[in-house]
């Protein structure tokens, strides 16, 4: 998608391939398990890791009606828990700006809406 603010200087943004793999948990549920991940950092923001969704158990999630906007990256949708557990615990940017098109196609998770977030030496 066209448009958005591109990252600079005042608002860095770098994606880059995470050197570990990333794990999810819900509950005792292993939702993502990932070799593939992006790390993402934005200004001062703490990192974020963003998941191949082919490396998610999408069946364990389920579309949200929440929507945001992000002037960098563009218009977010949301997952909860397919069993009603946790709502918005995952988002996505469907269609990101042209300039963020390395994270289309993936998915990021709250630490705080999770069980966990682990990481482990690639296999």
């Not at 603010?5 to 391939?17: K, L, M, Q």
């Given at each position: 998608?066209?448009?958005?603010?591109?990252?600079?200087?005042?608002?860095?943004?770098?994606?880059?391939?995470?050197e570990e793999k990333v794990i999810v948990r819900i509950g005792d549920t292993v939702v993502a398990e990932s070799r593939n991940a992006l790390i993402l950092r934005e200004a001062?923001?703490?990192?974020?890791?963003?998941?191949?969704?082919?490396?998610?158990?999408?069946?364990?999630?389920?579309?949200?009606?929440?929507?945001?906007?992000?002037?960098?990256?563009?218009?977010?949708?949301?997952?909860?828990?397919?069993?009603?557990?946790?709502?918005?615990?995952?988002?996505?940017?469907?269609?990101?700006?042209?300039?963020?098109?390395?994270?289309?196609?993936?998915?990021?998770?709250?630490?705080?809406?999770?069980?966990?977030?682990?990481?482990?030496?690639?296999?």
């Open positions: 998608m066209q448009g958005g603010t591109r990252p600079g200087p005042d608002h860095p943004i770098s994606v880059e391939p995470a001062s923001l703490p990192p974020v890791f963003y998941i191949p969704r082919s490396e998610i158990a999408m069946e364990a999630l389920t579309s949200s009606d929440t929507r945001t906007h992000c002037p960098y990256k563009g218009d977010a949708s949301y997952f909860s828990a397919h069993d009603g557990a946790a709502k918005d615990v995952a988002w996505s940017y469907e269609d990101p700006f042209d300039h963020m098109s390395v994270i289309k196609g993936h998915l990021a998770f709250y630490p705080d809406r999770v069980d966990a977030i682990e990481t482990a030496p690639r296999d």
